[in-house]
């Protein structure tokens, strides 16, 4: 059987790989194996459930209610809510599971669920496969008094917004604000935090219907948000996916600020006020070299993982470190959150903006994004990529003549067969021509 659970939850189409059925089974099943775990122990089980506004989460939500019952677990329901806001009451109402229903920016038609550990954090792997064992065995099912209650708590968003508020102590009034809400989670809780944080906040596609999350809109499509920000003479704009834990940025110009540049202003607000535990920012290997270049200029050491948020995740638990993120837009800030969070994001940057008097055009001119060609090599045994000893001396070559001036990184999919070819160098003809004979090496040699 193959793994149910991927880097970020279990996800598909909803009413098709996903079914109400097996997010019954998978829930109970969670209740089940942390209960063995004695994360119940002297105390009746507690879960809190949110959504993003996708049509097929009411249906999901339903069957992860019945699961987490039917196992003698107590469900508080938190309605339409960002993946970070479940996090956040995870931790604050003590509850002893968390349950997100998101495919985040996926297309409507999918759907996915992602469990969540006391605290707010993602569960270890070895959990996550325990779970799908313990979906294939007998169990004993509580009866009479023993199953759980449930009930709606109606405050998660205002709960939610007001801890975004206390995570800056500068106020945001005077600057102009579009949010793109991507027609998902955030509708409300995006726009109602930085409105309580003083900003003057014009909202778009934050009219969900259940069928129109990221159609056309959030942070894969930033196209009406720069046209919004222009046309409000905004200082700033900012676009969330369809379950707010990432943002991108548009400057009052409609220039792309993206997760790297991001991560690069929020990397020095922290180093200056003292708050960058070891002066360190942890970033993946798909970020521009131009960020590690200016992090390096100011003092600031980067420390890279694999691609992926829950990579990111893992280093900064490891090593206390108290900032992370990706070129995406997830960016997490370990002081205020278990997992990345757009909103959170929105705000901290805001209050940088505020407190230097500076636009995030400036600020984000701290670092030069390097040309960046990514090629994808389809229908390849990506298998062999790591070992080919022709590939390998391919790729020497064009880094012993690109130097310390760019950067090549060969990464074979995680989930399709094909190999992605990442060129950065000083022109966006350079990085092409790279990555292109790189390209045609990686054709010749893993062809199937």
């Not at 917004?161 to 509708?187: F, K, N, Q, S, Y």
């Not at 676009?239 to 834990?245: H, I, K, N, Q, T």
């Amino acid at each position: 059987m193959a793994r149910l659970f991927g880097t970020d939850g279990v996800r598909g189409l909803a009413n098709g790989d996903l079914t109400a059925e097996l997010a019954l089974d998978l829930s109970a099943a969670a209740a089940q194996v942390l209960g063995d775990r004695g994360d119940f122990a002297g105390h009746r089980p507690r879960a809190v459930v949110g959504r993003d506004t996708r049509v097929s989460g009411q249906f999901l939500e339903a069957a992860v209610v019945a699961g987490l019952a039917s196992a003698g677990v107590d469900v508080l329901l938190l309605g339409v809510l960002p993946t970070p806001g479940v996090a956040y009451l995870t931790d604050t109402l003590g509850a002893d599971l968390g349950v997100v229903l998101s495919a985040s920016h996926n297309p409507m038609p999918d759907n996915g669920i992602k469990f969540l550990a006391r605290g707010g954090h993602k569960l270890d792997d070895a959990v996550e496969i325990a779970i799908e064992r313990r979906m294939r065995e007998e169990w004993q099912r509580p009866v009479g008094a023993g199953v759980g209650r449930v009930e709606a708590h109606e405050s998660a968003v205002e709960e939610y917004a007001a801890h975004l508020v206390r995570t800056i102590d500068h106020p945001l009034a005077g600057l102009r604000v579009v949010v793109d809400c991507a027609e998902g989670a955030a509708w409300d809780a995006g726009p109602r935090a930085l409105a309580d944080a003083g900003a003057d906040v014009t909202a778009i596609h934050a009219m969900p219907d259940g069928l129109n999350i990221n159609d056309g809109c959030g942070s894969t499509h930033l196209e009406s948000l720069q046209a919004a920000v222009i046309k409000d003479g905004a200082d700033v704009g900012f676009a969330l996916d369809g379950d707010a834990d990432r943002c991108l940025a548009v400057d009052h110009e409609g220039n792309v600020v993206d997760g790297d540049q991001i991560l690069a202003v929020l990397a020095l607000s922290l180093k200056e006020q003292g708050r960058l535990v070891k002066d360190t920012v942890v970033a993946t290997v798909m970020s521009n070299l131009g960020f590690v270049q200016a992090m390096r200029e100011h003092g600031v050491a980067v420390r890279r993982t694999k691609v992926g948020d829950r990579y990111v995740l893992e280093a900064m638990k490891v090593s206390g470190y108290s900032l992370g993120g990706e070129q995406s837009g997830h960016v997490i800030m370990s002081d205020h959150a278990t997992t990345g969070d757009g909103i959170l994001t929105a705000i901290q940057v805001l209050e940088r903006m505020a407190t230097t008097g500076r636009s995030l055009q400036e600020l984000a001119s701290v670092m030069t994004r390097l040309p960046q060609v990514l090629v994808n090599v389809a229908d390849v045994d990506k298998s062999r990529a790591d070992e080919d000893a022709v590939l390998a001396a391919a790729v020497a070559e064009e880094e012993a003549a690109l130097g310390d001036r760019g950067r090549i990184l060969l990464r074979p999919s995680g989930t399709e067969s094909l190999v992605r070819v990442m060129v950065e160098a000083p022109t966006d003809d350079e990085a092409r021509s790279v990555a292109d004979r790189l390209a045609g090496v990686v054709r010749a040699q893993l062809a199937l």
